[in-house]
């Protein structure tokens, strides 16, 4: 079974900068759909970005695209997520999952990745963004 762990998080003022990483024990990530979803008080939890196994057709949501960048390091077993021009809206707890690849899966990822089709969830980390 994957084991995912966040790391990274931090407090920051708007328009810094953090890289969260999300590693992942047992087993290789190479064959994994990974996404980051974030989660702010009193607001549902949103898919942030999804990388496929191929790395081709990352997704974005609208609210990070250009800033947020998402890849892969395969030394570490982790998938990190480059956040740049942090706004306070961007604060929350960040949750990366993954699951294993597959047709639908990919698609799903870089179309919209939807919370219900990824098993395997880390614990999250906090992001704060304020002056």
């Known amino acids: 079974q994957v084991q995912l762990v966040e790391s990274g998080g931090g407090s920051v003022q708007p328009g810094g900068s953090l890289t969260l990483s999300c590693e992942a024990s047992?087993?290789?990530?190479?064959?994994?759909?990974v996404a980051w979803f974030r989660q702010a008080p009193g607001q549902d939890r949103e898919p942030v970005s999804c990388?496929?196994?191929?790395?081709?057709?990352?997704f974005y949501s609208d609210s990070v695209k250009g800033r947020f960048a998402a890849s892969r390091d395969r030394a570490k077993n982790a998938v990190t997520l480059r956040m740049t021009d942090l706004k306070p809206e961007d604060a929350a707890v960040y949750t990366c999952?993954?699951?294993?690849?597959?047709?639908?899966?990919?698609?799903?990822?870089?179309?919209?990745?939807?919370?219900?089709?990824?098993?395997?969830w880390g614990v999250g980390t906090q992001v704060n963004v304020s002056s």
């Open positions: 999952a993954a699951e294993a690849s597959s047709e639908i899966v990919q698609t799903r990822c870089s179309q919209f990745p939807f919370a219900p089709y990824f098993g395997f």
């Open positions: 047992r087993w290789s990530l190479d064959f994994y759909v």
């Open positions: 990388i496929g196994s191929d790395d081709t057709m990352p």
